[in-house]
């Protein structure tokens, strides 16, 4: 069968038409373990070629879940909100992520969990400053669920990002896995033992007990 005459019978979002859209690209940098990530990022609605601006890492949930090049817009990533404000926005699809095979994915399981993750962000955003884009002196970083993880882990490993915003994140792996619905699952895949095989191996994955080293404002 074919189509013929076809018409659209709806106008979904049809405002958005009439408002700003930042720009997106994909970008790449070397990451943890000197291998490839992939990345989108969104330009500052007012952008002027070689002036610096804010960066805020967005960074995705899951880990097993992605940042696509598309348009979504919600409370828990409102890149466009940012870029309204003069920021860049990058989306690391950093190790772990889905949609890269499966070797990818699994990459931070057995106790690699939250060792190659931290560092992909790192080198992306040390990237974009190298490139000139952005202002290093105005950083920022958020996420939601494992993204807010790496948020949380970030804020303990360095005092560069001026502000975090991290929902719904772990600080402490052991409670993780004593009342998370899905915590021994969890953790047994990723971290690699459970915490009576090995409770310094859960300490010392925990934020929790690095939370002094913390002086990045967090909401």
């Keep these: 069968h074919t189509l013929v005459d076809a018409k659209p019978f709806a106008k979904v979002n049809a405002g958005l038409k009439d408002k700003p859209i930042a720009k997106t690209e994909l970008v790449y940098w070397k990451g943890a373990r000197d291998e490839q990530v992939e990345g989108i990022l969104y330009y500052p609605h007012n952008y002027q070629a070689g002036k ?32 309204q404000r003069g920021a860049f926005v990058l989306k690391p699809n950093y190790h772990g992520s889905s949609d890269y095979g499966l070797k990818w994915g699994e990459s931070i399981s057995g106790g690699n969990y939250n060792e190659l993750e931290w560092i ?11 490139k000139g884009l952005v202002d290093p002196g ?18 303990t490993r360095t005092t560069r990002y001026k502000a975090a915003s991290a929902g719904a994140g772990d600080v402490n792996w052991i409670s ?12 047994d895949y990723y971290i690699g033992k459970v915490p009576m095989d090995d409770p310094q191996l859960y300490i010392d ?15």
């Design 52 to 83: 610096k601006y804010p960066l805020v890492p967005m960074i995705h949930g899951g880990p097993h879940g992605a940042s696509h090049d598309s348009f979504q817009e919600r409370w828990a990533e409102p890149a466009n909100l940012l870029a």
């Design 120 to 130: 992909d962000v790192e080198k992306g955003v040390d990237s974009l400053i190298a």
């Design 138 to 155: 105005r950083l920022g970083v958020m996420g939601w669920s494992n993204g807010s993880i790496i948020s949380i882990e970030l804020t």
């Design 176 to 187: 993780d896995w004593g009342n998370c619905q899905f915590g021994h699952s969890f953790d």
């Design 205 to 219: 994955k925990s934020p929790l007990f690095r939370m002094d080293k913390v002086r990045t404002p967090t909401i």
